[in-house]
C-alpha cells in the first residue's frame, strides 16, 4: 500500500509536469491598428499604472504580473481615458479617487482583485478596453495582462504553485538532463572501448622494437587519460575547457564533450574489469583454433565483457544524470541551474529544491527499474547456484 | 615418419623449473596417452606443443620446421595442431554452431555455405547434429566436451591435443567423451592425450609416457606400462589406480 501510493504522487508530479509543458497560448499583446492622433498615440504608449503597493509605477509589461489591486489614470494630459474590464477577477470602481505620488496627485479609478486565481489553475488573462477621448474624436485601445496566483505560505501549497507555474522550465531542465547523461554515456562508451583497448594492448615476442614502443605508449597514455580524468572533479574539467578554451564554442556541445570523456575514463576501467574476468580458456581456445590476438578480442573477448559490464555501465547512465547537475556552472541550463533560475523568480528556495530532488528520484528510479528490466530481458539476473557449479 | 620432434624442451615458471629436459618423438598416425601425477608437468609439455605457453628453451618441430618464429608461421600451425581443454573452453557467446564455423572463416577464408555444411556434418559425428542452434550454457559438461572435439575437427588438423579431456565431467558424462574419442582414434589422426583414466588409455593408445617431476620416466606399450612397469615410480603411481 505504502509503496503504491509512493507511485501515485510520482505519477501525478510526473503528470503535472508534463500537462505544464506546453505552453498556454499568449495573446497578442501588441495592438496592430494605431490611432492618426499623434496626441493618442503619445498617451497609448507613455500611459502608467499604479500599483497598490505604495503607488509604485507600473509599466504595461508589469500587468502581465497582476497580483495587487491597482490604478489607472483618468486623464493624461488633455485626453480622458475612460476603462472597461470584463473579467471575473477585477473590477473597475465607478467613482474616481486621487492618489498622491512624489510628482503630486492624480485623479484615478481603482481596479480591486474580487479574487486569486486558484494555482492549480494558473494565470488568468484579461483585457483592460481603454478608450481615448480628445474632443469628439475617441479611440479604443486593449490592453492585455495576467491575474497571477498569490503564492501560498504554506510548503504544499507553495510546491503545488512552483511546480504548476514553473513546470515547463522543470520539464525543459529534466529533458536537457537525461539527453546530456544518455548521449555522454553512449559517446563515452565507444571512447572507452578504444581506451580499454589502448590501455590492454599487448606486444608479442615477434614484433619489431618499434611497434613495441608504440604498444607501451599507447598504455601509457591511457593510463594517463584514466588517472587524470577520474582524479580530477568533473566541474574543474568542465570550467578548464570552457571557460579555459571556450571549446566548440557553445557551453551544450562543451558539456557533453566533458560529460562523454569524464564517463570514458571510467566506462574504460569498467570494460578493463571485464575483460580480465573473463576465463583465460576463452583466449587459449581462441588462439588454439588459429584465431590471432585482435580477432579473438573482435569475435571472443569483447562480445562478453561488453555484456558483462552493461549493469555497470548502466550505472554510470544513473550517476550521470546526477553529476550532469554541475554543468550548470559553465551556464547550461539543465535541471539543477533551471531550478536556480526559478528560485531567482519567485525566491522559494525550500519548495523548489524539493521538488528538483523528487525530480532526480524520479528519473534515477525509473532509469534503474528500466535497466533492470532490460538486464533480465538479456538474462543477466544472478543466477541461483547450483550445487554442480 | 615423425610430425612432432621435441628436443630438450625446458619450461619454468620464475625459478619453479616444470619442464626439465624432454626429448620425444612422435610418429603420424600415432596414439600417445601421457599420464602422471598432477604437477608432473604434463599439461605444460602439452600447452608448449601449440605454444599455448613458451618454451624456455629447447626446440619443437612440426613436420620437420620450428614453426615459433612469426604470426603467420605460428597461426598456421595452430590450424594443423589444435586443442581440447579440460575445462571446454567453449566461446560462451557464440552457439554451437558459430563455435564450430568462427576459426574456418576468420582463419581458413571458407565461405559460409562451406563451413555451415563441414559444421553439421562434424556435429553428426560426435552426435551432438540436434545442438548446432543452442548456446554453450544450455549444454551439460559432456554436450560441451563434444561440442569442442568438434571445433578441433574444424579445422582438420593434422595432431588433436587433449589436455584431461574428462577431468571436468561427472562421472556419468565421462563415458560419452571417451566414446567420442575412441571413434576419433579409427580415423587414425594424431593425438597426444593427458589422461587419469588408465583403462582408456590402456585400451585407446599406441604409446603409453608416464612422465615425473618434469621428465619422460618410462614409455612403451601400453601392455608393457601396466602390466609391467620397470621403474619403482611408474609401479607406485599405478598402484594407485589397481586398488
Known amino acids: 500500500m505504502k509503496i503504491f501510493l509512493g507511485k501515485a504522487v510520482l505519477f501525478i508530479a510526473a503528470f503535472l509536469i508534463i500537462v505544464n509543458a506546453f505552453p498556454k497560448s499568449i495573446i497578442e499583446s501588441q495592438e496592430l491598428n494605431y490611432p492618426q492622433n499623434p496626441e493618442i498615440q503619445e498617451a497609448i504608449e507613455n500611459i502608467k499604472f499604479y500599483s497598490d503597493f505604495n503607488f509604485q509605477t507600473m509599466n504595461q509589461d508589469r500587468l502581465n504580473r497582476t497580483i495587487t489591486d491597482f490604478y489607472l489614470p483618468i486623464k493624461y494630459e488633455n485626453i480622458e481615458i475612460s476603462y472597461l474590464i470584463v473579467s471575473e477577477y477585477l473590477e473597475v470602481s465607478q467613482d474616481s479617487q486621487i492618489i498622491s505620488l512624489r510628482t503630486g496627485d492624480i485623479e484615478v479609478k481603482k481596479v480591486t482583485l474580487i479574487k486569486s486565481p486558484s494555482i492549480l489553475r494558473g494565470n488568468h488573462a484579461f483585457t483592460i478596453n481603454a478608450t481615448f477621448s480628445v474632443g469628439d474624436e475617441s479611440f479604443l485601445y486593449h490592453y492585455y495582462g495576467y491575474v497571477n496566483p498569490i503564492i501560498p505560505d504554506s510548503f504544499l501549497g507553495g510546491s503545488l504553485y512552483t511546480l504548476v507555474t514553473y513546470g515547463t522550465m522543470f520539464f525543459q531542465g529534466a529533458l536537457l538532463t537525461l539527453l546530456l547523461a544518455l548521449s555522454g554515456t553512449i559517446i563515452g562508451f565507444f571512447l572507452a572501448l578504444v581506451v580499454a583497448t589502448a590501455k590492454m594492448i599487448q606486444s608479442d615476442e615477434f614484433e619489431s622494437t618499434l611497434k613495441k614502443l608504440m604498444k607501451k605508449t599507447m598504455n601509457r597514455a591511457a593510463s594517463l587519460y584514466i588517472t587524470v580524468f577520474r582524479g580530477t572533479p568533473m566541474i574543474v574539467q568542465a570550467s578548464f575547457f570552457w571557460y579555459g578554451f571556450g571549446l566548440f564554442g557553445n557551453p551544450l556541445l562543451c558539456g557533453l564533450f566533458v560529460v562523454s570523456i569524464n564517463t570514458a575514463a571510467y566506462i574504460a576501467e569498467i570494460i578493463r574489469g571485464s575483460i580480465q574476468a573473463i576465463d583465460k580458456g576463452q583466449t587459449e581456445a581462441g588462439y588454439s583454433v588459429g584465431l590471432t590476438y585482435s580477432q579473438t578480442m573482435l569475435f571472443i573477448i569483447f562480445p562478453q565483457a561488453i555484456k558483462n559490464s552493461i549493469p555497470a555501465i548502466g550505472n554510470e547512465f544513473v550517476i550521470n544524470i546526477k553529476d550532469t547537475a554541475v554543468l550548470s556552472v559553465i551556464g547550461i541550463f539543465e535541471l539543477f541551474n533551471q531550478t536556480k533560475k526559478i528560485t531567482g523568480m519567485h525566491y522559494r528556495q525550500l519548495e523548489a529544491y524539493a521538488i528538483v530532488a523528487l525530480i532526480y528520484l524520479v528519473l534515477t528510479l525509473s532509469t534503474t527499474n528500466f535497466l533492470s528490466f532490460i538486464e533480465r530481458r538479456m538474462g543477466m539476473q544472478p543466477k541461483e547456484l547450483t550445487s554442480s557449479s | ?243
Open chain 2, 1 to 243: 615418419m615423425n610430425i612432432i620432434e621435441i628436443k630438450n624442451l625446458h619450461k619454468s615458471y620464475g625459478l619453479e623449473k616444470v619442464l626439465k629436459g624432454i626429448d620425444l618423438l612422435i610418429t603420424k598416425g600415432e596414439i600417445v596417452s601421457i599420464i602422471g601425477q598432477s604437477g608432473s608437468g604434463k599439461s605444460t609439455l602439452l600447452r608448449c606443443i601449440n605454444f599455448l605457453e613458451q618454451p624456455s628453451s629447447g626446440e619443437i618441430l612440426f613436420e620437420g620446421k620450428n614453426h615459433f618464429t612469426n604470426h603467420a608461421n605460428l597461426q598456421k600451425l595452430r590450424t594443423k595442431i589444435t586443442m581440447v581443454f579440460q575445462s571446454f573452453n567453449l566461446f560462451e557467446n557464440l552457439s554451437v554452431l558459430d563455435n564450430l564455423t568462427l576459426a574456418p572463416k576468420k582463419v581458413l577464408k571458407k565461405t559460409k555455405v562451406e563451413t555451415n555444411k563441414k559444421a553439421l556434418e562434424t556435429l553428426a559425428l560426435v552426435n551432438m547434429q540436434d545442438f548446432a542452434n543452442k548456446y554453450p550454457k544450455q549444454l551439460s559438461g559432456g554436450q560441451k566436451q563434444r561440442v569442442a572435439i568438434a571445433r578441433a575437427l574444424m579445422m582438420n588438423p593434422e595432431v588433436i591435443l587433449f589436455d584431461e579431456p574428462t577431468s571436468a565431467l561427472d562421472p556419468e558424462m565421462v563415458g560419452e567423451v571417451l566414446e567420442t574419442i575412441k571413434d576419433l582414434a579409427k580415423t587414425k589422426i594424431t593425438m597426444i592425450i593427458v589422461t587419469h583414466e588408465m583403462s582408456f588409455a590402456k585400451e585407446v593408445s599406441d604409446r603409453v609416457i608416464f612422465m615425473n617431476e618434469g621428465v619422460v620416466h618410462e614409455q612403451g606399450k601400453p601392455m608393457e606400462i601396466f602390466t609391467n612397469p620397470k621403474e619403482k615410480r611408474t609401479i607406485e603411481f599405478l598402484s594407485r589406480f589397481n586398488k
